[in-house]
Nanobody
Framework: QVHLVESGGGLVQPGGSLRVSCAAS????????LGWVRQSPGKGLEWVSG????????HYADSVKGRFTLSRDNAKNTLYLQMNSLKPEDTALYYC??????????????????WGQGTQVTVSS
């Protein structure tokens, strides 16, 4: 049974930092592309970042590029999102997702088949 369990969310002041983690179980962690998706009050889901199976290729939404860093530890079955220079607009429920990343010649798309329960990140003074 697949489980994704996020932790590390909380309240932080603007300009501060936070690291959220996702502990995975029930599948071969190193075989899957993983990512983070967030949802803010009154807004739809926003893809934040993704990482390939070995952790040497990461992608970020323009809204977080240069501030967030995604990494993974395949030995510990854990995904990490380091968030720096946080802004109030980063306030959201952050979900860890398993991504059946599809790609070929000139296309790619994301398909999230498992989600964690989410961890709340609130950026406020």
């Amino acid at each position: 049974q697949v489980h994704l369990v996020e932790s590390g969310g909380g309240l932080v002041q603007p300009g501060g930092s936070l690291r959220v983690s996702c502990a995975a179980s029930g599948f071969t962690f190193s075989n899957y592309y993983l990512g983070w998706v967030r949802q803010s009050p009154g807004k739809g889901l926003e893809w934040v970042s993704g990482i390939n199976t070995v952790g040497d290729n990461t992608h970020y939404a323009d809204s977080v590029k240069g501030r967030f860093t995604l990494s993974r530890d395949n030995a510990k079955n854990t995904l990490y999102l380091q968030m720096n220079s946080l802004k109030p607009e980063d306030t959201a429920l952050y979900y860890c997702v398993r991504d059946l990343f599809h790609y070929g010649g000139n296309y790619h798309y994301h398909e999230y088949d498992y989600w964690g329960q989410g961890t709340q990140v609130t950026v406020s003074s």
